[in-house]
């Protein structure tokens, strides 16, 4: 019996008209040419053809006619559908059992547990991260993933995460049994066959994926959505650069190119090769003077990310171009300079909200060539989704994403919370042409954010650079639906990144701490909040296009501007120095307040939560940023 294992060393397959692999014999090759993949990519795809067992082996090449062959596959099964009033585009949709990231079946495999999460408290749970040792890990596998794709093909997809040849970039190797899977990995990665000539015979990040429905069916499928949800578990190997995903097909689950590669572990690897690998959108902003900075941010899924990367500024003026919406790479160069890429190729944007007032560019962005999931469909072939209320004909009549008949104003909601627009960023209006530059763009901010009803001011930049990884590090924000939580709570998401931790956050913290030494000219770090409310409840600041007046004064604090005035928090805007011209009921004061009760129990509390899920690990500088923070709270 072959047993999943992180070796695949052993006999290498040989190809006639099939390809022969040691124990399991003749299997077909439906496409693609496998004595000429790179040696290690061979074993790699015979290891897992003897545990997974799948009845043939497709070889990726990204051309245009594999995706029509795929997409006719999946309409043929009512997998997918065509709208009809939308070019290139189909709707989607899953079991309602496999709908969102499943964090608690996610975790790392390391030798030492130390090495993946922090010293928690004694009877704390942990939230930055789940460990699993090697044996544990070995065991879950080979229960799951033995036979696993019996009776489907084996699809090898070739992907490279940033422009192919970059420096900055990776290449990833996924296996899946997952017609949609290939068909986002398309969008969402850059898959051809020249990777192969690019890898050699370097190192790749092996990915491994099943929906563990392996054929005949032991249940009924539901929306002829194949997965095994009773069974779903992400396992991320950081040693050996691996990902193995059985069960799920959602693509937080099974887009492994995504937050599995993109975070965990291009964390782990940026980690040992001294770059960061961020939960961070990338903009570029240009003044009405000509003046062009790029920023990065950070905001916890469903706070904004997509809207603000996106944003149609409300200044005359300004210009603002995107180089990515969700993760950014980031490397000093030989002069100094922080440079970024995106190393995703589309948009996995969440779609409730998501409208031609709140985000045209995006809207624009998912016209053609899209796919959308979980989303609901209008009698005439068009998306719906909640906040497109004012976009349709109230007599329409709607199919909402569990197929019941709809209309808008009836209860309930037509799409799900967490549905999602799939499409390339190379379509959206506003993309900027180096958006595939290979030596990135040079990055002059990093912004923090999250949703912060009460106490939280419009924007503060913080002292240093070693405050500034402080204010990351207690970031705060509401649940949304791009996890499995529901209901609305403050919860931590330290540097936007609690769900993505490929490894001990004390060492992360320490690992950005360590980039601010020469020749390295850090930016400067900053922290919004869109989201503070009244004593009503009616949001303080109007948000959206607006946050340009936000940002133009974040880029002259970056010029050196003497616009800020210092607080015990952070620097906040001189009054007068961030334009709120032309907008109604807006109350500076109010805007920026700092109740000194509010934030002594705010920095309480942040040093609780740190005391308790970091403990010993967590860097002794940060701990003299916090203790001073506390100090200049009580002189308020």
Known sequence: MAHFGLSDEGQDAVEVHEIIVPHV?????????????????????????????????????????EAEEITHKLIERGCLKELTKLENCYICKTDPKDVARVEAKTWISTPHKYDTVPHVKEGVKGILGQWMSPDDAKI??????????KGRMMYAIPFCMGPVGSPLSKIGVQLTDSNYVLLCMRIMTRVTQDIWEVLGNEEFVRCLHSMGCPRPHKQPLVNHWPCNPEKTLIAHFPDQRMVASYGSGYGGNSLLGKKCFALRIAGRIAYDEGWLAEHMLIMSLTSPEGEEKFVAAA???????????????????????????????????????????????????????????????????????????????????????EGLEDDVDKNVE????????????????????????????????????????????????????????EGVPLVFES??????????????????????????????????????????????????????????????????????????GAFLWPGFGENIRVLEWVLKRVRGDDVAVETPVGLVPKKG??????????????????????????????????????????PVAIQKELDAQEERIKSM
């Open 25 to 65: 014999g003749l299997i077909p090759v439906a496409k693609g040419d496998f004595k000429r993949l790179p040696m290690k990519v061979q074993k790699f795809i015979s290891h897992y053809i003897d545990v997974c067992k799948p009845r043939g082996l497709y070889i990726c090449d990204g051309n245009h006619a």
């Open 140 to 149: 879950e596998m080979d229960e799951r993933f033995q036979g696993c794709m």
């Open 299 to 385: 905001f916890p899924s469903a706070c904004g990310k997509t809207n603000l990367a996106m944003i149609k500024p409300s200044l005359p003026g300004w210009k603002v171009q995107c180089v990515g919406d969700d993760i950014a790479w980031m490397r000093f160069d030989k002069n100094g300079t922080l440079r970024a890429i995106n190393p995703e190729a589309g948009f996995f944007g969440v779609a409730p909200g998501t409208n031609w007032q709140t985000n045209p560019n995006a809207m624009l962005t998912c016209q053609k060539n899209t796919i959308f999931t979980n989303v609901a469909e209008t009698a005439d072939g068009m998306y719906y989704w």
């Open 398 to 453: 709607i199919t909402t994403w569990l197929g019941a008949k709809w209309k808008v104003g009836m209860p309930g909601k037509a799409a799900h919370p967490n549905s999602r627009f799939c499409c390339p960023a190379s379509q959206c209006p506003i993309i900027h042409p180096r958006w595939e530059d290979p030596e990135g763009v040079p990055i002059s901010a990093i912004i923090f954010g999250g949703r912060r009803p």
């Open 463 to 536: 002292f240093d650079w070693k405050h500034g990884v402080m204010v990351g590090a207690q970031l705060k924000s509401e649940t949304t639906a791009a996890a499995e939580f529901t209901g609305k709570k403050i919860m931590h998401d330290p540097m936007a990144m609690r769900p993505f931790m490929g490894y001990n956050f004390g060492k992360y913290l320490e690992h950005w701490l360590s980039m601010d030494k020469p020749p390295h000219k850090v930016p400067k770090i900053f922290h919004v909040n869109w989201f503070r409310t009244s004593k009503t």
């Open 577 to 618: 120095t961030l334009d709120i011209s032309g907008l109604d009921n807006v109350d500076w004061e109010e805007l920026f307040s700092l109740p000194k009760d509010y934030w002594q129990g705010d920095i309480a509390e942040t040093k609780k939560f740190l005391t308790e899920q970091v403990g010993e690990d967590l």
